[in-house]
């Protein structure tokens, strides 16, 4: 019932830019390639993540709002 695993996502794309950045500073040609691509498909993953967890949180049919007290308001008076 936690948003986590779905917020570690973002972790990642952070995770593989910064490799990505750093392995292009240091000159391999490859393994920037390589990283570059997986900060890319992270992203999209995360950006896909952000839906369900908007779409989980529509679907729980929870009140749009919570009536604590109501003044003013009479039960017989309510009905007729």
Not at 9 to 24: D, I
Not at 38 to 54: D, K, N, T, V, W
Request: net charge neutral; glycine share 4%; proline share 2%.
């Amino acid at each position: 019932f936690t948003n986590l695993p779905l917020r570690i996502s973002w972790l990642f794309v952070l995770l593989f830019l910064g490799l990505a950045l750093f392995s292009l500073f240091q000159g391999f040609t490859q393994t920037t390639l390589i990283l570059f691509v997986l900060f890319l498909i992270s992203i999209m993953l995360a950006i896909q993540g952000e839906y369900i967890l908007r779409i989980f949180e529509e679907v729980r049919n929870r009140p749009n709002f919570i009536v604590q007290e109501m003044y003013g308001l009479d039960e017989k008076k309510k009905y007729e």
